[in-house]
Each structure stands twice: as structure tokens, then as C-alpha cells.
């Protein structure tokens, strides 16, 4: 016999009129997956709105989903903003790959569980404070639960069960084998079920479910940052590139120039050590001879 967990009533989406008045960044006030109700960027007239578009479908799901990540809401909105602004300097790579949106996830979550962050004396207290947060009734799941599985199967079981991809896909935007894939899955899982008993009692098909519904109550549970607009992102992008191009000319002029002394002081230097006078009482030493043979014979 197996045991039901209650689930929370999914949030409703946001009306249009209430999506009118938000910023581009907005996007909806729960859900892990992008806002399937605003516009598509395929239907945008040229680059700039083909982002913005994307932008707003896709900026705060992905902020819910990097905190959950990493359990901590100052790195998750960094994760985000860095992976808008690669989009916007790769744009004609990533508006025409087959998926815009799972390139600009990979950029985050790349960049979320980056190995640095976990020197991040925040994200240890975060940890911290989360521990045995919603364990009395074993139907919620603590932030911990997550922190503690590796950052691989972190990420799996978000795409899989929190974001509903396949397990194909999951396994192409994870970079790993099928198989490995759904190891990594099952592991993750079993990790769960050490915070939340009652899941080893769900039926199979419930418990993706469940888990899902489970992740999006954490994301809930924590008040997250605001995002910059989507043209503040672009603006931004743009500065860095003009930035690091500034930079590059910049240091390849000053190669050129410390080029430029060093051959204009090598035959300098080479004649001053040529003409320089011989110490009082020094005997000459024949060109021909570097032991001054010739010399010696002649005395």
C-alpha cells in the first residue's frame, strides 16, 4: 500500500493584466519553468526584442531555479545576470541553437556550481540555518537536502523532476550518458528520501511529481532578489565587451612598445659595452686571441 503525500495547489499563473504591469524581468511569481504565456522570441522583430522577449519568459523562473542550486540567493542572481550577459555577446549563436532557452540555463547553472562557490563561507551558514527546517512532518524538504548531494545529481534531478525535461534531454543538457543520467536520478533520490521518509512510500509515478511540488515550496519559502531589467542586462553586456576590448588593445600596445625600447636599447647598449674604457693598469687583450696569446709571445 503505498502512502499520499499532500501536494500544494500549483500557483496560477499571472493574469496578463497583472503581467502588464511588471518589469520585462518580472516573469511569473512562482513556477520553475519559464512563462509559457508571454510571447515567444521567435515571433520578435530583430535581435534586441528576441532577448528582451526571452528575457522575461525566462530571468526569474531561472533565478528559483540557481537557488535552489546553491542555496543562496546572492549567487543565484549572480549566476543569472552572468548568464543573460553571455547570451547577449554570443546572440547569433544562441538565437539560432534549437533550444535559446537551455543554453542560457547551462550558462547559469555552469556558473552556479562552480566549484569557487563552495569556499563561500555563506553558503555553509546557509547550509546551517537550513538544517531540520520542515522535517517534523516529513512532507517538506529541507534546503540542506539538496546542498548535500553533488552538484551533478543536483542538477539532474532539477531538470528531471523540478523542470519535467526527459531523461534524453536531461542527459544531452547535462553533458553525461543516459545511463549515467539515470543513476545519478535514482541517487539523488534515495538522498530525499533520507529527509523525507514518507517518499520510499509513493508510488513510482507520484514521485516525480511530489519531488516537484517539493522544490517549488523551497524556492517559495525564500525571498529572492530583484533582476535588472532585460536592457540593463544588454547594456551591460555591451560595456563589458567594450571593456575587455579596451583591455586587449591596451596591453597589446604596451607589448608592442616594450618591443619597440627593447630593440631601439639592444644596439645601444651592445656599442656602450663595446667602447667602454679598459680599468687603469688592465692589459689589452688581442681580438684574436681571447687569452691574449699573442701578446704574451710578444713580451
Known sequence: MTETLSIPAPAEDATPEASER???AAGPSSG??????L?????ADGPAEAFDLLYARLARPLLRQTYLLTGDPAPAGQAVRHAFRQAWERWPEVAVDRNPAGWVRTAAYDHALSPWHRLDPRRRAARRDGAGNGTESGRRLPPEALLD???SYRRTLLLHDGLGLGLSETAAESEASTAATAARLMHAREALAEYVPGLRRVAPDRRRE????MLEELAD???LPGLPSARTARDGSERTVRLRTGASFGAAALVAAAALLASLAGPQAHDSARQAPREAGAPAVSG??????ENRAAG
Open 22 to 24: 511588471e518589469e520585462p
Open 32 to 37: 520553475l519553468t519559464e512563462a509559457a504565456d
Open 39 to 43: 510571447p515567444s522570441p521567435a515571433a
Open 149 to 151: 548531494l553533488p552538484p
Open 210 to 213: 511530489i519531488i516537484r511540488s
Open 221 to 223: 519559502a525564500c525571498s
Open 288 to 293: 684574436s686571441s681571447p687569452d691574449g696569446q
